[in-house]
Structures are given as C-alpha cells and as structure tokens.
C-alpha cells in the first residue's frame, strides 16, 4: 500500500502560476526600490514592446493582445528569457519573466487575487517604462 504522505498532489498550471505570481509581487514589493537596474531593464523591455505595437501604455497593450498576438510574444519571451538564464544574465531574465507574468495574468482574472495584483503589477510596469524613458541609457546601482 502507497505512503499517502509521500504522495503529491498534481499542481495545475493556474496553480502553479498563482503561486509564481504572488511570488513575483511580494519580491517586486520587497526589492523594487533596491534595484534600480532590474526595474530600469523592465521598463526597457516593456517601452521597446509598446513602441513596437505603436501603444500607449502597458494595460493598452495587453487588452488589444489578439490571441496569435498573445502566443506569438509569449513564445519570444520564453525563448529570450530561457537563452538570458543559459548565459547567466539573470537580471534581465528576471525582466523578461516579469513581462511575461504581466501577459499572462489576465487570462487568470477570475481569481481575484490576481486580478488585484494585475493592475498593481501594470502600474508598476507603466512605472518602470517612465523610469526608461527618463534614463534611456542604463547607469549602474
């Protein structure tokens, strides 16, 4: 007979990113204002993709992602943010995964902690890419 306390539960994905999105915000709450970079790199990312889709601003962007839009721009982050992490440059993957959460999460709104934690999540992307676009050429910490 199976240990049933060695046995786990399987994790569904709308767990799963739950869990790494509250993750994500307690640790942009925690370290925001401690790392300038990292917010900076945000809102480098984020400014380069509004510029691109001509939008502006983030919640703007997001809401007018058609569905190819959406799987077609998660597909490039998950590749830059998986060859960032291979090559050790793990502010900017942090960047990228950032942006990413921030894609996904309305496709979450029905759970209302991160339908919350996804305008709190906006604004600070909104914030990052004013902070950008103050300093478009990166200056260390």
Known sequence: MANQDNQKEAVT??????????????????????????????GSLAGSILSDAKSPSWAKFKSSLSGEGYDRLLTALKAQGNQLSENGNHKSAYAVETIAISIIAPTMSKDPHIATGNGLLDKMISDAVDLYHKNPVQKPN
């Open 13 to 42: 994905p709308e767990e799963f990113f739950k869990k790494r999105f509250i993750s994500l915000m307690a640790d942009l709450g925690k370290n925001a204002s401690k790392d300038m970079e990292t917010i900076w790199l945000i």
